[in-house]
């Protein structure tokens, strides 16, 4: 029985690592489109994707956008996750359901509403516009994520210390902040990835001088099939395991001690 689980594992794991594995594969190839299993080897589409200034551009946009938008979202979404979670605020259920909407609802509608809605402020094929438009899209995740770790909180802990003289910014940053930090670093990577790679809302809201990453790849797909989407990949990839794995290890080590 035992045996079957792991092999059933393997399975599971195989089939969702295979379309990742064939990307990789098929970046590293000679021909002059995908091929799996790839013919020869090659880096010329990896320095076709850091020689092309377009690609190069997007790629900056794509990361000012996301960590504005990331640390925005982090903040705003820490703040009303505590607020929800530690305060009786009348209406609770419904603000919660107001800060999670963004999730609930479909991505071309909110894209249509916010086109609309900045159109009229100005805020339309703008930086802030699109920053903006990010940080109603990944608040919701920080406030879930952030949410269920202050629910694991004693809040006599924040008794104790205000008993003994502590201001609010003590115990917030000595006692708060550390409980409830595994949620915040998992939602601060969430909505950092989530920001990274939207393209639906960003697409409406962005314009020529806008164009990020999944924006770039979008348009070069419908005009060419080279493995240079491929390399591209492959460097999101090894950038998401850079950053992920490390950002998950420090999550385990400080739910660890706060366990402990």
Same mark, same amino acid.
């Given at each position: 029985?035992k045996?079957?689980?792991?092999?059933?594992?393997?399975? =599971?794991?195989?089939?969702?690592l295979?379309?990742?594995? =064939?990307?990789?594969?098929?970046?590293?190839?000679?021909?002059?489109?995908? =091929?799996?299993?790839?013919? @020869? $080897?090659?880096?010329?589409?990896?320095?076709? $994707?850091? !020689?092309?200034?377009?690609?190069?551009?997007?790629?900056?946009? !794509?990361?000012? %956008?996301?960590?504005?938008?990331?640390?925005?979202a982090?903040? %705003?979404?820490?703040?009303?996750?505590? &607020?929800?979670a530690?305060?009786?605020?009348?209406g609770?259920?419904?603000?919660?359901?107001?800060?999670?909407?963004?999730?609930? $609802?479909p991505?071309?509608?909110?894209?249509?509403?916010l086109?609309?809605?900045?159109?009229?402020? @100005?805020?339309?094929?703008?930086? *802030?516009?699109?920053?903006?438009?990010?940080?109603?899209?990944?608040?919701?995740?920080?406030?879930?994520?952030?949410?269920?770790?202050?629910?694991?909180?004693? *809040?006599?802990?924040e008794?104790?210390?205000?008993?003994?003289?502590? @201001?609010?910014?003590?115990?917030? &940053?000595?006692?708060?902040?550390?409980?409830?930090l595994?949620?915040?670093?998992?939602?601060?990577?969430?909505?950092?990835?989530?920001? $990274?790679?939207?393209?639906? =809302?960003?697409?409406?809201?962005?314009?020529?001088?806008?164009?990020?990453?999944?924006?770039?790849?979008?348009?070069?797909?419908?005009?060419?099939?080279?493995?240079? %989407?491929?390399?591209?990949?492959?460097?999101?990839?090894?950038?998401?395991?850079?950053? @992920?794995? *490390?950002?998950?290890?420090?999550l385990?080590?400080?739910?660890?001690?706060?366990? &402990?």
């Open positions: 029985m045996r079957a689980l792991w092999l059933l594992n393997g399975l =599971v794991l195989l089939y969702l295979a379309p990742i594995i =064939v990307v990789i594969a098929t970046s590293f190839g000679t021909t002059a489109y995908p =091929v799996f299993p790839p013919q @020869g $080897f090659t880096l010329k589409w990896f320095v076709n $994707f850091w !020689s092309t200034p377009e690609l190069r551009e997007s790629l900056r946009i !794509s990361a000012a %956008i996301s960590t504005t938008s990331t640390t925005l982090t903040v %705003i979404g820490t703040f009303s996750a505590l &607020a929800l530690r305060t009786r605020l009348r609770k259920t419904v603000l919660s359901a107001v800060l999670l909407s963004p999730i609930l $609802f991505a071309i509608v909110l894209a249509l509403a086109l609309i809605a900045f159109q009229r402020v @100005g805020l339309a094929q703008t930086f *802030p516009g699109l920053v903006l438009a990010h940080v109603l899209l990944t608040t919701p995740f920080v406030v879930r994520l952030v949410m269920a770790s202050a629910a694991e909180f004693d *809040p006599s802990l008794e104790a210390a205000q008993n003994l003289g502590a @201001g609010w910014w003590r115990i917030f &940053a000595r006692i708060t902040l550390p409980l409830i595994p949620g915040i670093l998992a939602g601060a990577v969430f909505a950092f990835i989530m920001s $990274f790679d939207e393209l639906v =809302v960003t697409l409406l809201l962005s314009g020529p001088a806008l164009q990020t990453l999944p924006i770039r790849i979008f348009n070069y797909v419908q005009y060419s099939s080279d493995p240079t %989407i491929s390399a591209i990949s492959t460097c999101l990839i090894v950038a998401w395991l850079i950053v @992920g794995i *490390p950002a998950y290890a420090r385990m080590s400080v739910r660890h001690q706060g366990g &402990a």
